[in-house]
């Protein structure tokens, strides 16, 4: 089958991709200014005590032997233990990632179910009000760091309003379904959703305004083109041309930018997840930068990494659904 | 509410010059669309009257940026911002259209006929299909990439099923297909729009033109098709409402030579079979002197010349006419060089236009009283029907009264005079 074939072989590239990240991020740790020796011993250890340190990490093999013992090492789940924690660095990323996920699928979730009406309707009712202010807010949602966003949304809506939590996680999304589901109670989903709401705004308001800059561009693009005018010709009600036809085809380039966004919303919800203390890989990868908890470091920047290829694989499987032009080879 | 096309019956045969005696099924009057545009107001189609009787193919002729295409658009009410049809009439003749319409808008009904410019916008829409329909000039751009081509014929179709479900409103259409419908159809697989019923007649449409294996090729995308097959499906889409009157623009301009005949033939027989007319709009002659019975010839947005297809190729007034003759080569007689007219159509920005002959600076015999005044639409020799709008209708060339020109232009009339 065409599909699955597709799939293989982008899985295959995959693969290699993600082997390149896992030597990159292997390489950085020796270009780098700072010794693990010095964050793991004490400040008073003897050279014997710092020989013992450097031996148990391998680091007086040669190179070429840390590298594969490393990634021998990643085969295995295994990303070595924490410099600081002395756990296993892999249970402490994996440990992180159900809150990142949590907040990019949220994020862009808020933003697809905005951005994508919001431009059809800045674009059907092109230089009325509406589309006036759509364009407008799109411009502002571009132009706002969303660090800034965030603590923003903190000051008036956690600490003014107390609507919502100033930082943390809550229960995450799992335990209050399942709460819902065995107790019959909605008190975890709502604490969830005072949780995440702020950080998922402060990360989904960029996303947003971008798409619907897409959204509206796309449209603008579609209802202008020939088949358009074709299928007005048929006497099609404008409801179907708008969302049978020129929607679909908008949506085309919109499914790659999402594929893209949610790829970096995975990576580099750093600021955010820091603004608001969310519990996620963000955080994580900047205690262990300023640990120098190398282990933890590489470990989040490999997991970052599968997921962005993961996410492309995915996209472009979409994408070839949503146009028939595109063959699967 | 229109598919029962009652005045189409007892109308004759119309061929030829016994067309006058009937009523046509299609009066344009004094049909003006213009654009308004940065650089200042482009009247692509000024003042343009022409009829269009049962069973005929009528056809446009003219140059690129004539207004041949902005017409049939204007025809159905397609023509977009920065566009607007600014004035004229376009009366269709339909008894129960005129009956329906008699009440309400009694200023747009006159006997059988309805003015479809000044009826309201629901209905001018629900006019697209099973009264008029268009055959674009390029299939490739004019089907939707994404969508099967099955798919997009059985939509035409159930738009129409749709239609006669509820005759007597207008707004059938969109009534019970709101986005909120749109949408729990897309997301079920189990619920469709477009009925298999509608289906069935797509196919049914794709083997009426000739395309073979049509279940399969339903099924298939535009990209999947050539061009030739896939104007083929366009003719079938444009069926599919079963027009009274078929607008072809630029049918087979996209196409490679063999396709074309093949397309004109389809056409042809079509149009016999359904009992259809048929607006042809075209930049080549010999498509018109194939297809049609009657023409008319565009020049800036105006009707220079028209009348039946003798009229125009045998005995031609206005030298624009002339000009496109001469410049088609003609198979029995390849050795003269071909003529074409220099120079190019006038912008048509109504600030530059003025008050004289749109095709004065152009014409090997302009005279100084083609720039006094714009020339009247007159009688001329021929048939009845034979009008032009050109002062040599009236008197003959007078070399001694003609424009001063450049060098190439006093030569240019020397050998037309020839």
Redesign the interface.
């Known amino acids: 089958m065409a599909l699955g074939r597709f799939v293989l072989k982008r899985a295959l590239q995959g693969i290699v991709v993600v082997w390149g990240v896992v030597t990159v991020v292997f390489g950085l740790r020796f270009i780098t200014p700072g010794n693990p020796i010095s964050v793991i011993a004490p400040l008073d250890a003897s050279p014997e005590t710092r020989q013992a340190i450097a031996r148990e990490l391998g680091l007086n093999d040669p190179l070429y032997v840390q590298y594969l013992d490393y990634l021998l090492g990643l085969l295995q789940g295994d990303m070595g233990y924490s410099y600081i924690s002395n756990t296993q660095a892999s249970a402490q990323v994996f440990a992180r990632l159900p809150a990142t996920l949590e907040l990019a699928v949220v994020a862009t979730i808020v933003a697809v179910v905005i951005s994508i009406p919001l431009g059809v309707l800045s674009a059907t009712r092109r230089n009325e009000p509406a589309d006036y202010g759509a364009t407008l807010f799109s411009l502002a949602g571009i132009s706002t760091p969303n660090f800034w966003l965030g603590i923003m949304l903190v000051l008036v809506f956690a600490v003014q309003l107390e609507i919502f939590k100033t930082s943390g996680r809550g229960p995450g999304f799992v335990s209050a379904l399942s709460m819902l589901v065995t107790q019959g109670s909605a008190a975890g989903l709502l604490s969830w959703l005072s949780y995440i709401t702020l950080p998922a705004l402060a990360l989904g308001t960029y996303f947003t305004a971008l798409i619907t800059r897409l959204t509206r561009s796309g449209m603008l693009d579609e209802l ?4 358009v ?12 041309v708008r ?3 020129a929607l ?2 908008t949506l ?1 380039p919109v499914i790659t930018v999402l594929g893209l966004q949610l790829g970096t919303l995975i990576g580099g919800a750093v600021i955010t997840e820091a603004v608001f203390d969310w519990p996620g890989l963000g955080t994580l990868v900047i205690t262990s930068i300023t640990a120098r908890d190398w282990p933890i470091l590489q470990g989040s920047l490999v997991v970052i990494g599968v997921g962005f290829v993961l996410i492309n694989i995915a996209v472009d499987t979409l994408y070839a659904y ?4 595109v063959v699967y080879e | 509410m229109l598919e029962d096309r009652a005045g189409s019956e007892d109308a004759p045969d119309g061929s030829g010059a016994d067309t006058t005696t009937a009523d046509p099924i299609l009066e344009v009057r004094n049909l003006s669309t213009q654009f308004f545009t940065a650089e200042g107001q482009v009247n692509a189609v000024e003042s343009v009257s022409f009829d269009v009787y049962d069973g005929e193919i009528f056809g446009i002729v003219g140059e690129s940026g004539s207004g041949k295409s902005v017409t049939a658009l204007s025809i159905l009410d397609l023509v977009e911002s920065p566009g607007r049809v600014t004035a004229g009439e376009i009366w269709y003749r339909n008894p129960d259209l005129a009956d329906d319409m008699r009440d309400s808008h009694p200023e747009a009904v006159e006997g059988e006929y309805v003015d479809t410019r000044r009826v309201p916008t629901g209905v001018r829409r629900s006019l697209r299909g099973p009264t008029f329909s268009m055959i674009f000039q390029d299939p490739m751009s004019s089907f939707n990439p994404s969508i099967t081509v099955g798919e997009q014929l059985a939509e035409a179709i159930e738009v129409q099923r749709r239609a006669r479900a509820n005759p007597r409103s207008t707004r059938s259409r969109t009534q019970g297909y709101g986005l909120g419908r749109f949408l729990t159809d897309s997301l079920l697989p189990s619920r469709s729009y477009v009925s298999a019923e509608s289906r069935e007649r797509a196919t049914g449409l794709l083997d009426q033109v000739g395309i073979p294996d049509s279940a399969e090729r339903a099924a298939e995308y535009p990209n999947q098709f050539s061009g030739g097959m896939l104007q083929r499906a366009m003719v079938a889409q444009a069926l599919a409402g079963e027009p009274d009157v078929l607008i072809a623009d630029e049918p087979t301009t996209a196409l490679d030579v063999t396709i074309q005949a093949q397309i004109l033939d389809l056409l042809a027989d079509l149009q016999d079979e359904e009992d259809m007319s048929v607006i042809m709009i075209t930049h080549d002659l010999g498509v018109i002197a194939r297809m049609c019975d009657r023409v008319g010839v565009m020049y800036a947005g105006e009707i220079a010349e028209r009348g039946s297809l003798t009229d125009v190729f045998d005995r031609p007034v206005h030298p624009y006419t002339e000009g496109l003759l001469e410049s088609i080569p003609d198979p029995d007689d390849p050795a003269p060089r071909l003529q074409p007219i220099e120079g190019n159509v006038p912008s048509l920005i109504d600030s530059e236009m003025g008050n004289r002959c749109y095709f004065a600076d152009r014409c090997p015999k302009a005279m100084d009283e083609c720039v006094a005044e714009k020339p009247a639409e007159v009688d001329t020799a021929g048939s009845a029907e034979h009008r032009v709008r050109c002062v040599l209708a009236e008197r003959e060339y007078d070399p001694t009264r003609a424009l001063s020109g450049t060098e190439e232009d006093r030569e240019r009339e020397a050998s037309a005079d020839d």
Do not use: D, I, M, W
């Not at chain 1, 202008?224 to 088949?227: N, R, T």
């Open positions: 202008g083109s020939a088949y005018k074709a299928v007005r010709a048929k006497g099609l009600p404008e409801t179907l969302y049978k036809h679909r085809n085309v949503v146009n028939p032009q």
